[in-house]
């Protein structure tokens, strides 16, 4: 008996090591990415999405140091994010940050399928669909070996994509799932080959998850689709479920419009003028960056379709 519970104390013991081993710094945490990393609704608003949630939880556990999305900005493909990495603005948040989460590559696939919500219909064309796959591979290669030097600090996730069509005609689900799992698996190979973690959600969320995506004409998941994403990556983060985000720890939705955010970007401009001085850096909703956001909203308003 009391071998056995001498075993059972190693083995707690073990446990509380590998969590706490988890967290022996706090963390400078950049989310770089596509829309998903930057909390895009499903009804086209910023708000908490899983980045948000991720440095939620770091922060109640105190292992947050700083966190910012401003290298995530909706509509970037591959190439835009790696022209983003590769920018100057990026070099001091690349070269202070100790963790780094990338979504990237949906917008290089998903701008290529047609979909017809009403009639339930998803069409796209092969030939197109591998040629943007190809590409967003080889953009995914630059971006991990760029992320190795400019934020050498830095360990890396690369996060995985759930299907964003669970309303769409289940024999219409098959083709457009498959260049899905396409684009996962190319994320997930490169990840591994530059030595960075890849983040599985597709299976959080399955071909139906219609409670996830609630905007049948959106591609965007709500707040529990976001946790689910939170999760898989704090999963991976600790190798168990530690850290694990309840239902019930999800902030209130405080959505902002695009043209909010545009509104804000003009009185904030105003109090410029008068006081007569650049700030620094702006704030939205307690975070920091959207620089660029606000700058170059109106010019790609198109892309907030996508991710």
Do not use: C
């Not at 899983?50 to 900005?73: C, V």
């Amino acid at each position: 008996m009391k071998r056995l519970l001498g075993l059972i104390g190693t083995v707690i013991l073990m446990m509380a090591f590998s969590v706490s081993s988890a967290f022996a710094q706090t963390e400078n945490y950049l989310s770089i990415g596509d829309s998903l990393a930057a909390g895009q609704t499903p009804y086209q608003q910023i708000d908490t999405g899983y980045s948000d949630l991720i440095a939620m939880k770091l922060g109640m556990t105190g292992q947050l140091s700083s966190y910012t999305k401003e290298l995530a900005f909706p509509g970037f493909t591959t190439a835009d994010v790696l022209k983003r990495v590769q920018s100057e603005e990026a070099n001091d948040l690349l070269a202070n940050a100790t963790l780094i989460t990338v979504s990237a590559g949906a917008n290089d696939l998903l701008r290529l399928v047609q979909v017809n919500p009403a009639a339930g219909t998803l069409s796209f064309s092969q030939l197109q669909t591998d040629f943007a796959l190809n590409v967003a591979r080889k953009n995914m290669v630059e971006i991990l070996e760029e992320l190795k030097v400019r934020a050498p600090k830095a360990k890396v996730y690369v996060m995985g994509y759930y299907f964003a069509y669970p309303n769409a005609h289940a024999t219409q689900k098959v083709g457009t799932d498959a260049q899905l799992v396409k684009l996962n698996k190319i994320l997930q190979l490169q990840a591994e080959h530059a030595g960075a973690v890849y983040v599985d959600v597709y299976d959080a969320f399955g071909l139906n998850a219609a409670n996830l995506l609630p905007n049948t004409s959106d591609v965007h998941p709500n707040f529990e689709g976001y946790r689910q994403m939170a999760n898989a990556f704090l999963r991976e983060y600790t190798g168990n479920k530690a850290l694990a985000i309840s239902s019930n720890e999800l902030p209130k939705p405080n959505p902002i419009s695009f043209e909010q955010i545009l509104e804000q970007q003009k009185q904030e401009e105003q109090e410029v003028e008068k006081e007569q001085s650049t700030p620094t850096a702006r704030v939205i909703q307690g975070f920091i960056g959207y620089t660029s956001f606000l700058e170059k909203a109106r010019a790609i308003k198109e892309h907030f379709k996508y991710l």
